[in-house]
């Protein structure tokens, strides 16, 4: 008997011709035969037990930290969002006040809800979410004005590939004795290969969060918290993954998470140098196109600290991402990782292969006399509008609630999560004032691309 997941899954893998530039890493192309019912285990005598790992599992988390130069290393099964609710958590207690860029990932006010932890923002000078320009001028300031903070998160690369200077936060964290967790989730690959930004385990961080599916080859939920000083606890942070994370985990998501850094040990570096020249020759083949790549522009011109080239961020000022992201899927059966109405991502990892590349660049030429200005679809998206907290996303989604149309809406507080998807960051925060700039904004999304509304109506605090 097939269920509808797996007739959904194989409408899409019995297409010979479907090319993967989106997660998981391994763009289902990895040798390890993981997915056998053989391998799946559960906590017996020889298997170890990952909740106190004393065996096999003890091993492999001991061989990670080598490989990645930390303290302790963590294996998760629950994804980078067990490790920065974790990290957070450890570090803060009820009514204890924390450091946050707004457009950070949704985990991260989850961390806050869980324990009632006072958020302060940092938001972007010019309010563009895509690619964050949080610096350790914005930090310190931070921390001179609320000296009770306990630490700060930051994301580094971003979903778009936008590396931060954590160094220098990194400095300014250690003169003011605070935290500072990094949610690398993008970047378990930077360690292997010097022509690519430096991991933040190198550069500082006191916490590492990566998942290991999006550019390795572990599968989906395959992550790694890293503990990289002595500020940290790592006592209190087991004790924290194992309240938040399965009591049974996969024993196959284990083994692809510690063999896909055992292989990028071994040839990482080769493989990303050939994963960086696939780069370049796409930049190059778009010459004399209608498209750019926007992190080579935004790198080049000085607006964004680095950028990891494993991200293929396509752009044109004459056609929609949503339109260009349909007419790759549709014609040339090559799905994207995300789009939007400024341009599309394609996500490289270490289950990319030249094939995949040439058939992208082919694409993107052959369809370029289709492109004409009948299909420019273009709107401001990048402009985030600055909200105003009123209460504490914890305090907000314990109130009573109600629901209203959302152009009704305007002075009333916002009771849940408002996210665009994608990109995924958030709108609006629960217990945040929705006024008419933000009600302008989502007029230029379809309800069906916003998480939280339904039927163009929005639930808001009674």
């Not at 106190?52 to 930290?65: D, R, T, V």
């Not at 040990?265 to 050939?274: A, K, V």
């Not at 190059?284 to 498209?291: A, D, G, Y």
């Not at 490289?348 to 094939?355: D, N, P």
Request: proline content about 5%.
């Amino acid at each position: 008997m097939k269920g509808s997941i797996y007739k959904a899954l194989q409408r899409i893998t019995n297409r010979g011709d479907y090319t993967r530039f989106h997660m998981p890493g391994h763009k289902g192309r990895s040798k390890d035969d993981l997915f056998s019912y053989e391998y799946d285990f559960t906590e017996i005598p020889g298997t170890d037990n990952l909740n106190s790992p004393e065996g096999p599992i003890k091993e492999a988390m001991g061989e990670i930290a080598n490989i990645y130069g930390v303290k302790k290393s963590f294996i998760l099964v629950n994804g980078s969002t067990v490790g920065i609710l974790a990290s957070i958590l450890s570090i803060c207690n009820k009514g204890d006040s924390f450091l946050i860029p707004r457009n950070s990932h949704k985990s991260v006010y989850s961390a806050l809800m869980l324990k009632e932890i006072n958020p302060v923002y940092l938001y972007n000078d010019d309010a563009n979410e895509s690619y964050p320009m949080v610096n350790a001028e914005q930090v310190e300031k931070a921390f001179i004005k609320h000296p009770h903070l306990k630490g700060v998160i930051i994301t580094s690369p971003t979903y778009h590939g936008i590396c931060l200077d954590v160094k220098s936060i990194s400095k300014v964290t250690n003169t003011y004795n605070k935290v500072l967790i990094v949610d690398e989730a993008h970047g378990a690959h930077l360690k292997f290969n010097e022509k690519f930004p430096t991991s933040s385990v190198d550069l500082g961080a006191d916490i590492v969060v990566q998942s290991t599916h999006k550019t390795l080859n572990s599968l989906n939920q395959g992550a790694l918290l890293h503990v990289c000083s002595s500020r940290i606890s790592t006592n209190v942070i087991k004790n924290y993954i194992n309240i938040l994370q399965t009591t049974s985990p996969s024993y196959p998501i284990m083994m692809s998470i510690e063999n896909s850094v055992l292989d990028a040990r071994d040839r990482g570096r080769e493989r990303l140098n050939q994963l960086l020249y696939y780069y370049n020759r796409i930049e190059k083949e778009l010459n004399n196109t209608p498209f750019y790549l926007k992190g080579s522009e935004l790198l080049s011109s000085g607006q964004v600290f680095d950028y990891d080239k494993l991200k293929i961020w396509i752009e044109s000022p004459k056609v929609s991402g949503v339109y260009l992201s349909h007419i790759l899927r549709k014609k040339y059966s090559i799905q994207m990782e995300m789009w939007d109405y400024n341009g599309v991502l394609a996500m490289m990892g270490m289950g990319t292969e030249e094939g995949d590349v040439e058939r992208l660049v082919y694409a993107l030429k052959d369809c370029s006399h289709l492109i004409g200005e009948q299909y420019v679809q273009k709107k401001n998206i990048y402009s985030y509008p600055i909200t105003k907290k009123c209460i504490n996303p914890w305090e907000a989604i314990n109130r009573n609630k109600e629901e209203v149309l959302l152009m009704e809406s305007v002075g009333r507080i916002c009771a849940e999560f408002i996210i665009p998807y994608p990109p995924g960051i958030p709108v609006l925060v629960p217990g945040e004032k929705i006024d008419k700039n933000t009600l302008l904004f989502l007029r230029n999304w379809e309800d069906s691309d916003i998480m939280g509304l339904n039927e163009k109506k929005i639930q808001v605090i009674k």
